[in-house]
């Protein structure tokens, strides 16, 4: 038996029926430290499979609303049959190979098409090619009211400041090197964050000697030996866990990956649909949903050639430069709890949930 291939048999936390409803299924795959569920019908014979990026790309076409799973399933999924060990270790491998992940797995079913075991592959590899680039050179102008002394980075949840959440949270991943860019009360800044021990992580500072906006400090890490860099706000907080935004990225291959929160509106009105002045219909209280820039990004480093040494540019105007040159960039729904904590009610709200 190879190191990095395992069964296991205790597998209903991770077998979900073909009825179940898209809100239960994102519940139940974020209660569960693998990133799929096997989708059986009701006499529990096994229909395919739905993995964390099959419903982050399902997620961007579709509504988080669906009453079930029917059109995400993937049934064209590679499966084992039991006591054929040496043909299922051949075909994880196999399917490890082409997915890249970090993690695959392959459902193991009897004669009858029930699942009665799942083959675990698991390469438990650092991840020394990453590094993770945190921008906190802002000025954080709409904070002020709560604290004139203190930076954005350095304001605290729960008694900890941003920044070293962040960077808590990011080490949750294989990911140890970190590269931090400041310029607004950077010495405080370096002075808290280097005081703080993080124990097995390598952390550096860059030094912006101007404001150069929510992309521009990238140009300062162009000669970096990390290939893949992912980027983060000071000021972002979520409960996604980042291996999966990981795994999407090298699943897919992407040159750059956006993670996408999912914003929702409620209309308390009803909404009036006319045709040059005559009613049509009332849509009563509606609700809107938008994905937005979450402030989480994975880019490939050598993109980081498209920007101007030392020059302001916006995050937006960088990923537009990116598409019109035809660069493969992906977009990652995030449905977890996510908070862009720019103003004082922002602040509040995230020290109620983290």
């Known amino acids: 038996m190879i190191n990095n291939y395992y069964y296991i048999s205790k597998i209903n936390h991770l077998i979900c029926k073909e009825n179940i ?70 075909k994880i491998k196999s399917l490890s190979f082409k997915t890249k992940s970090n993690i695959d797995f392959l459902p193991i079913l009897n004669k009858n098409k029930n699942v009665i075991k799942i083959l675990i592959f698991d390469q438990s590899l650092k991840l020394n090619n990453f590094a993770c680039f945190i921008f906190a050179g802002g000025k954080g102008k709409r904070l002020r009211q709560v604290s004139s002394q203190l930076p954005k980075p350095l304001m605290k949840i729960d008694n900890v400041p941003l920044l070293e959440m962040i960077i808590k949270n990011v080490s949750k991943t294989k990911i140890d090197n970190f590269i931090i860019s400041v310029k607004y009360k950077k010495n405080l800044i ?18 912006e000697s101007k404001f150069l906006g929510t992309a521009g400090s990238l140009s300062l890490i162009k000669k970096t030996i990390f290939e893949n860099i992912l980027v983060i706000n000071c000021d972002v907080l979520t409960k996604l866990d980042l291996n999966k935004f990981i795994n999407y ?33 009332i849509d009563e209280k509606p609700n809107f949903s938008f994905r937005v820039a979450s402030g989480i990004y994975l880019f490939k480093s050598s993109l980081f050639n498209n920007l101007k040494n030392n020059t302001y540019i916006d995050m937006p105007e960088f990923i537009e430069r990116l598409i019109i040159k ?16 720019g103003t004082p009610k922002s602040l509040f709200e995230a020290r109620k949930i983290f």
């Open 190 to 207: 370096i002075k808290k964050i280097s005081s703080s021990k993080f124990k097995g992580l390598n952390v550096n500072f860059v030094k």
């Open 326 to 341: 035809k660069y493969n960039v992906g977009v990652f729904p995030i449905h977890e709890k996510w908070i862009d904590i």
């Open 249 to 281: 990225y090298l699943e897919f291959e992407f040159d750059a990956l956006i993670g996408a929160a999912i914003i929702n509106y409620d209309i308390p009105f009803g909404v009036l649909k006319d045709n040059q002045g005559r009613l049509m219909s």
């Open 21 to 90: 409803s898209i809100k239960k299924f994102i519940y139940k795959l974020n209660n569960s430290k693998f990133l799929f569920q096997i989708i059986v019908n009701d006499k529990n014979k096994f229909i395919g499979t739905v993995t964390d990026g099959d419903l982050r790309r399902y997620l961007i076409k579709y509504s988080i609303e669906e009453k079930t799973l029917i059109k995400l399933i993937n049934k064209k999924s590679v499966i084992g049959l039991f006591n054929k060990h040496e043909d299922n270790i051949s």
